[in-house]
């Protein structure tokens, strides 16, 4: 079965950190651009961060950058998405996707997404 499955969400203070998963199975992360989005309540989905395995790159939105860090470990087909420094407008639902390339800061023409982990900053 081809799935990306997220996991590490949860409830943190503000100015505290989780770090997000996003295993693959059943295809390798390392052919993908990985994106990471979230959704508010009541808001659009948006693109966070992106991540390609051939070039190297990374992007970050304005809003995250300096504060999350996206990677890979190929041994363990998963790509992380450090996040430190949370505020309350972090919370969100947040997705991993695989795509062509990044494109700004999302995977463009995703393939497969997960199911979505949620994050809640709140004191």
């Known amino acids: 079965q081809l799935q990306l499955v997220e996991s590490g969400g949860g409830f943190v203070q503000p100015g505290g950190s989780l770090r997000l998963s996003c295993a693959a199975s059943?295809?390798?992360?390392?052919?993908?651009?990985i994106g990471w989005l979230r959704q508010a309540p009541g808001k659009e989905r948006e693109g966070v961060s992106c991540?390609?395995?051939?070039?190297?790159?990374?992007t970050y939105s304005d809003s995250v950058k300096g504060r999350f860090t996206i990677s890979r470990d190929a041994a363990k087909n998963t790509v992380y998405l450090q996040m430190n420094s949370l505020k309350s407008e972090d919370t969100a639902v947040y997705y991993c996707?695989?795509?062509?390339?990044?494109?700004?800061?999302?995977?463009?023409?995703?393939?497969?997404w997960g199911q979505g982990t949620q994050v809640t900053v709140s004191s």
């Open positions: 991540t390609t395995s051939s070039t190297g790159t990374t």
């Open positions: 996707a695989a795509g062509d390339y990044c494109l700004g800061y999302v995977s463009y023409n995703p393939r497969y």
């Open positions: 059943g295809f390798t992360l390392d052919a993908y651009a």
